[in-house]
């Protein structure tokens, strides 16, 4: 058996054939690559949907950077988030004012990414986690209540889940001796300020 560890989505082709590699010249086996032209999902049909989705995103009211966030991110797969804002406009709100990621983009996770924790939503869907300075602990009760509907969840889940949230935050803050998050103000060396609610 042949384990090989610490793959991403950017790297996880190559890593296998890497290993392949080295197994088949190990058995004095030919090579190939079957997969090194494979496009990722949204890949395909890019170049055709791509102009289409720009101007389809301007019309429903997305701002460039926001069209060019969720192209980047989805490819031809951003009609999928602008047909569920077509379905409700308040899914084109951003979640943060700084940053283009939309709520669109939760329910999305919910129902096509397979997200099923507010975690999976924050920090592996979106970038928030790695992209707000408050790492998303104060916008978790507006994404979890957007989930909620999505998956179920009751009310007491869906607390549970940012509290959840808020101590993975408090606690890599801690290993960074950073701040914590206590309820919907930010704690820094002491002093409170104010967060963001939710």
């Known amino acids: 058996m042949v384990t090989i560890v610490g793959g991403k989505l950017t790297t996880y082709r190559r890593m296998a054939q890497d290993t392949v590699d080295v197994l088949a010249k190990r058995d004095g086996m030919p090579t190939s690559h079957p997969t090194k032209h494979l496009l990722l999902a949204g890949a395909i049909g890019w170049r055709d949907a791509k102009h289409e989705i720009e101007a389809r995103g301007r019309q429903i009211g997305l701002t460039q950077d926001i069209v060019e966030h969720l192209a980047f991110n989805f490819g031809s797969l951003t009609s999928n988030i602008l047909d569920l804002i077509g379905e409700d406009a308040s899914l084109r709100e951003r979640l943060l004012p700084e940053l283009p990621y939309v ?11 397979m997200a099923m924790t507010l975690e999976d939503v ?3 869907r979106t970038r928030i986690m790695l992209k707000d300075a408050e790492r998303g602990a104060g916008i978790a009760p507006e994404v979890a209540a ?7 969840w009751s009310s007491d889940y869906t607390q549970a889940q940012v509290e959840q949230y808020r101590a993975l935050v408090d606690h890599q803050r801690e290993a960074e001796g950073l701040r914590r998050v206590q309820g919907d103000s930010v704690v820094k060396h002491g002093q409170i300020g104010e967060g963001r609610g939710g």
């Open 103 to 113: 709520r669109a983009e939760v329910v999305y996770a919910c129902r096509g990414e």
């Open 122 to 124: 924050l920090a592996r």
């Open 146 to 152: 957007l989930m909620a509907p999505e998956l179920g």
